[in-house]
């Protein structure tokens, strides 16, 4: 079945980097691209950035410019996520989300979705 | 970037209607995609397109789109559907290329 599996919760200190990463199973990787959303403990949704299906071209949100960096590895099927100079703020569930789309209609779902990571940052 | 407006909290008899909406200028571009999430878990994808639901997910779950609103509609609501339901679209604005979500409906099922 189609599956993303995350690595495990990370705890940083205030102006670490953390690298998370996900990886896909269950269908061609290289067929799809991938999103990373991330959620602050009892908050909503904030979508961060995607990734294309071969890694040469990324697209961030505005807030994260500059601090988010998504890469991929085709040969294992793992995507990341690193995002630097962390805050207090930072501290939230991050997800891996695979993008589906029909194009012509306008169209995109984010399924499936990793478990999550938590990263705490705290001093 | 644009915005997506959701209720916070609504609540729903066992067995009843509810109607979760979901507003923003994107809508009038983009179809809006549904998410259900429950405590402790990831979202799961509920309904996107024009009205399309993946396998797995009930038949009583439902959407529609009419302007730049969005609407899930569950019928005959289970207490299983107790959640958080965020709405999700393509960020129709000219400067900003992404994806945005709504701020999430609390569903309480009485």
């Known amino acids: 079945q189609v599956q993303l599996v995350q690595s495990g919760a990370e705890v940083k200190k205030p102006g670490a980097s953390v690298k998370i990463s996900c990886k896909a199973s269950g269908y061609t990787f290289t067929s799809h691209w991938m999103h990373w959303v991330r959620q602050a403990p009892g908050q909503g949704l904030e979508w961060m950035g995607i990734i294309n299906p071969t890694g040469s071209s990324t697209t961030y949100a505005q807030k994260f410019q500059g601090r988010v960096t998504l890469t991929r590895d085709t040969s294992t099927s793992t995507d990341y996520m690193e995002l630097s100079s962390l805050r207090s703020e930072d501290t939230a569930f991050y997800y891996c989300?695979?993008?589906?789309?029909?194009?012509?209609?306008?169209?995109?779902?984010?399924?499936?979705w990793g478990q999550g990571t938590l990263v705490t940052v705290s001093s | 970037s644009s915005e997506l407006t959701q209720d916070p909290a609504v609540s729903v008899a066992l067995g009843q209607t509810v109607r979760i909406t979901c507003q923003g200028d994107s809508l009038r571009t983009y179809s809006a995609t549904w998410y259900q999430q429950k405590p402790g878990q990831a979202p799961i994808l509920v309904i996107y397109g024009k009205n399309n639901r993946p396998s797995g997910i009930p038949d009583r779950f439902s959407g529609s789109n009419s302007g730049n609103t969005a609407s899930l509609t569950i019928t005959g609501t289970q207490a299983e559907d107790e959640a958080d339901y965020f709405c999700?679209?393509?960020?129709?604005?000219?400067?900003?290329?992404?994806?945005?979500f709504g701020g999430g409906t609390k569903l309480t099922v009485l």
């Open positions: 999700n679209s393509r960020d129709s604005s000219i400067s900003h290329l992404g994806w945005v």
């Open positions: 989300a695979r993008d589906n789309s029909i194009a012509a209609d306008g169209t995109w779902w984010f399924d499936p």
